[in-house]
């Protein structure tokens, strides 16, 4: 079983920058799995964010494209997400996700099978 532990969120207003982390449990070497950064608003779908591959190919929902960089620390098992020129809209729980095997789009909540509990960033205008 995979522990994942978010961190970093917070409340900033709006134009201001936040990094989450997320520490996984996986500790025997083996970096070879997904990793992702979904939200989710009160009252609206979990929503892929940002998403990333073993080898550090990234890929980000249209909305934070040039404003969140994701990456990851395979020595730390950690995975970030930068997050720069908040927006209100932006506001939701942050969740970090990972899989073994990933067919299709990285960016669907479905395709992740280990969560963490979440991480909540407030962006007031």
């Known amino acids: 079983q995979v522990q994942l532990v978010e961190s970093g969120g917070g409340s900033v207003r709006a134009g201001g920058a936040l990094t989450l982390s997320c520490v996984s449990s996986?500790?025997?070497?083996?970096?070879?799995?997904?990793m992702a950064w979904f939200r989710q608003a009160p009252g609206k779908e979990r929503e892929g964010v940002a998403a990333?591959?073993?080898?550090?190919?990234?890929v980000y929902a249209d909305s934070v494209k040039g404003r969140f960089t994701i990456s990851r620390d395979n020595a730390k098992n950690t995975l970030y997400l930068q997050m720069n020129v908040l927006r209100p809209e932006d506001t939701a729980m942050y969740y970090c996700?990972?899989?073994?095997?990933?067919?299709?789009?990285?960016?669907?909540?479905?395709?992740?099978?280990?969560w963490g509990q979440g991480t909540q960033v407030t962006v007031s205008s």
């Open positions: 996700a990972a899989a073994w095997d990933i067919r299709g789009s990285l960016l669907r909540p479905s395709a992740y099978n280990y």
């Open positions: 996986v500790n025997n070497g083996d970096s070879t799995y997904y």
């Open positions: 990333i591959t073993a080898s550090g190919g990234a």
